[in-house]
């Protein structure tokens, strides 16, 4: 006879609130797999859970700002609250705001934050319920997903303090990138977006170690691993490049269509004084030289950047030179933070530092000029047929990104004809205006490859 299968003791429910940059959604999904992993349930809203992970971000004191009001709500509304992330680093200010928060963890302790998780709501385990898929748990839709091949910076710019909290640069060995990312394609992935501290800086700590994958070696350094994930078949997108002069190689892999031709490269300044306070290297020349040969290989590029306006000391001919080079440039896609302390960044002793108004003038001035630019760059697009990655589908259109937009952080392609189109789908598209941001145009009725 057989025995009556045991009914399951219901699981214990996790909320989380994830707030911060998509490395932190990274670790988010990590710590959400191996939970599912033991048996946790995850809980929508604060009501239903049993515990709430509040997964920080403290990287400005705005963000800081936030984290702490997150923390602030997840107590008052269920108060059962651990904390982890960044802003973890400061266990001390946390408890002193919110002394009854269960748990407190920094960034990357994965197991630190699991097992407070199993002190808070232990777990009866049913190791006969696999709750997780191979693919592990992942907060973005089905088809994109963030992938992480490296944690910590080996620099020391002098307005971040990441170093501090993160440490120095570990890259994953190319072998365990390769198979998380080959898992995310199987499960339905279309476009890796590749994340980190410092993405070109990836392997130097690891001597660009060579393993094995699928029985071919490969080399632990961003080149071959790009390489390797163009066998995959999709989109691949690389976020936070440093520009050393080694991104040139890419540059080939962009043109061939192996590697999506698209850089988000935060420059953050031009005037060579500024970046030596920043501490950042890069002579404005040099990287426009290096922009034009990168333009000139592969013209399909589209270059990001991110630029911080009213750092410390910075005059009024230091920005114009800003807006000189933004001019000289053309850069496709721009953000403009206006500059903020950091608790414990360097840059905060800096002398000559901006008043608000200055930096809020400076940073309109800055946007104005940098919008004229990529509408001209956008206008580009007008009567081609691109790609488009579709995101969200309505009644009568569309939400899709071509190469040339990031999830979140950039445009989107708006498009008519939906009949049958769904989220993931890739479809052609016959671009018929554009502006400052975004594309519109219809769909082609051939399904893309
Ligand atoms: S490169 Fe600079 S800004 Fe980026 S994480 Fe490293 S220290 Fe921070």
């Not at 992993?37 to 700002?65: E, Q, R």
């Not at 892999?253 to 988000?264: C, F, I, Q, S, T």
């Not at 040099?286 to 911080?308: G, N, Y």
Request: net charge neutral; charged share 25%; proline share 7%.
């Amino acid at each position: 006879m057989q025995t009556p299968p045991r009914p399951s003791p219901a699981p214990q429910k996790v909320g989380l609130v994830s707030l911060g940059c998509p490395k932190a959604l990274v670790d988010s999904e990590r710590i959400l797999t191996k939970l599912r992993a033991d048996g946790y349930a995850i809980s929508p809203s604060y009501d239903g859970a049993d515990v709430v992970l509040v997964n920080t971000c403290g990287f400005l004191d705005s963000a800081k700002a936030e984290s702490l009001a997150a923390i602030g709500e997840a107590m008052a509304e269920n108060g059962r609250v651990i904390v982890t992330g960044c802003l973890g680093a400061e266990a001390e200010s946390i408890r002193t705001q919110f002394p009854g928060v269960l748990a407190i963890t920094g960034p990357q302790q994965y197991e630190a934050v699991v097992e407070a998780v199993h002190a808070a709501a232990p777990q009866t385990h049913d190791p006969f319920v696999d709750l997780v898929p191979p693919q592990g748990i992942k907060l973005t839709p089905k088809h994109y997903a963030y992938l992480k091949i490296s944690e910590g910076c080996n620099h020391s710019c002098s307005f971040c303090i990441i170093p501090s909290m993160r440490g120095k640069l570990v890259s994953r060995p190319a072998h365990h990138v390769l198979h998380e990312a080959e898992r995310l394609v199987k499960a339905g992935v279309k476009e890796l977006l590749v994340v980190s501290q410092d993405t070109s800086a990836y392997g130097l700590d690891l001597r660009y170690q060579e393993v094995s994958f699928r029985g071919r070696p490969v080399k632990t350094r961003l080149t071959e691993l790009c390489e390797a994930m163009a066998a995959f078949g999709v989109w691949v997108r690389l976020h936070y490049v440093y520009p050393y002069p080694h991104v040139s190689e890419l540059i080939p892999l962009m043109a061939e269509g192996k590697l999506l031709p698209y850089l988000d490269i935060p420059f953050q300044h031009a005037s060579p004084r500024i970046l030596r306070a920043m501490r950042r290297p890069g002579s404005k020349e040099k990287v426009l030289d290096q922009i034009h040969a990168w333009r000139a290989a592969c013209p399909e590029l589209v270059l990001r950047s991110t630029f911080i306006v009213g750092f410390p000391g910075e005059t009024e001919a230091d920005f114009d030179q800003l807006l000189e080079w933004l001019d000289e440039a053309e850069l496709d896609r721009v953000g403009c933070f206006r500059y903020e302390n950091v608790a414990g960044a360097a840059a905060n002793d800096l002398p000559g530092h901006v008043p608000d108004e200055v930096k809020e003038e400076r940073w309109h001035r800055f946007m104005v000029a940098q919008q004229a630019i990529s509408q001209r760059r956008l206008a580009r697009f007008q009567g081609r047929t691109l790609d488009v990655l579709v995101d969200e589908v309505g009644p009568r259109q569309a939400i899709g990104r071509s190469f040339a937009d990031a999830p979140e952080i950039d445009g989107q392609v708006r498009f008519t004809r939906v009949a049958g189109v769904r989220p993931g789908d890739m479809v052609k598209v016959e671009i018929t205006s554009s502006d400052a941001y975004d594309l519109k145009g219809r769909r082609m009725l051939e399904r893309a490859a």
